[in-house]
């Protein structure tokens, strides 16, 4: 169901179908859609310090009629603020706009090299005093998370990447498996681009879903949380209304064979900071 969940590496129960809002706008654009999202069942809200609306997130929290404790709320720690001591105030920073007291997530945005490993020590620091519920990486590849884990007290609880059926980095996915690490899906829609596929038009036509519902039904079945974004309300209720189905073994293998490495946002290895 809408509030289903995996259990973190820690024990924590991260709800699997969550709400992104990068590019949902401060103010009454994101206010309306998190209050939106929680008013129809989502739990789990994704933004991040460089999205410029954690204000607006914060508000449509409080303006919901859901508790904060029920929400599972996630934001990062963006590349300018890596380090020890400036990830510690960015994490301030960041639950005074919210206008929380803790986090149930909070990322390293994107690898940066040596510092990310100061970076991690201070999310170490962060969860020891509970100050945050979980801690994890986003555009990690294997070997940013081995380089990682060689300083690490604390195995990252979760990955977030960008996935979809053009870009499944299967290798990774069980690598983060093996790991502990839960993998989460950033762009699971392409960015809008899946609703251009026949592929996918014929395949949701197959389950009478839309695309949406069909592809981020894949991510649940492969073991991944999602994200998908939107400000429409009526995009919002019905991207959530993907447990009255389940994809075959058949299809799903199908939509694994889509893969093509394909990007739409930075490669984590050539990102331009
Ligand atoms: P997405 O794949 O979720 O696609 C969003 C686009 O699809 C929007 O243009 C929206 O209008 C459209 N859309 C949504 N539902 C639709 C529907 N039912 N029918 C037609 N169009 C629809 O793209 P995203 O926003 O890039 O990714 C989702 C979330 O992942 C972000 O909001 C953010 O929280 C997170 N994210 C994280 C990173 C990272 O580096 N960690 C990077 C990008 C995004």
């Known amino acids: 169901d809408l509030q289903g969940t995996f259990e973190l590496n820690n024990g924590v129960q991260m709800p699997y179908f969550g709400l992104g809002v990068y590019l949902s706008k401060d103010g009454n654009e994101v206010i309306n859609a998190v209050k939106d999202a929680l008013d129809h069942g989502y739990r789990h809200i994704d933004t991040a310090a460089i999205y410029n609306n954690e204000q607006g997130v914060g508000a449509g929290i409080r303006e919901s009629n859901v508790d904060r404790k029920d929400i599972f709320l996630v934001s990062k720690v963006w590349n300018t603020d890596q380090g020890y001591d400036s990830t510690l105030k960015a994490f301030e920073a960041s639950l005074e706009r919210l206008g929380t007291d803790y986090l149930d997530l909070y990322l390293i945005h994107w690898p940066k090299g040596e510092i990310s490993k100061e970076t991690w020590k201070a999310m170490e620091r962060l969860y020891a005093e509970k100050r945050v519920r979980a801690i994890g990486i986003s555009n990690f590849m294997k070997h940013h998370i081995e380089d990682l884990l060689t300083t690490a007290e604390i195995v990252p609880m979760v990955n977030q990447m960008e996935f979809h059926p053009y870009l499944v980095q299967q ?33 949701a036509a197959k389950y009478g879903k839309t695309i949406a ?60 900071f």
């Open 171 to 203: 290798d990774l996915v069980e690598f983060c498996h093996k790991k502990g690490i839960q993998y989460e899906a950033w762009s699971p829609l392409m960015q809008g681009n899946v609703f251009d596929l026949d592929v996918m038009k014929q395949l």
């Open 213 to 272: 519902q069909l592809v981020l039904r894949w991510d649940l079945q492969k073991g991944v949380v999602t994200i998908p974004k939107s400000s429409k309300k009526e995009r919002i209720i019905s991207n959530a209304d993907l447990f009255d189905f389940e994809i075959s073994q058949e299809d799903m293998n199908l939509l694994d064979g889509l893969d093509r490495g394909q990007r739409f946002g930075p490669d984590p290895d050539n990102f331009d």
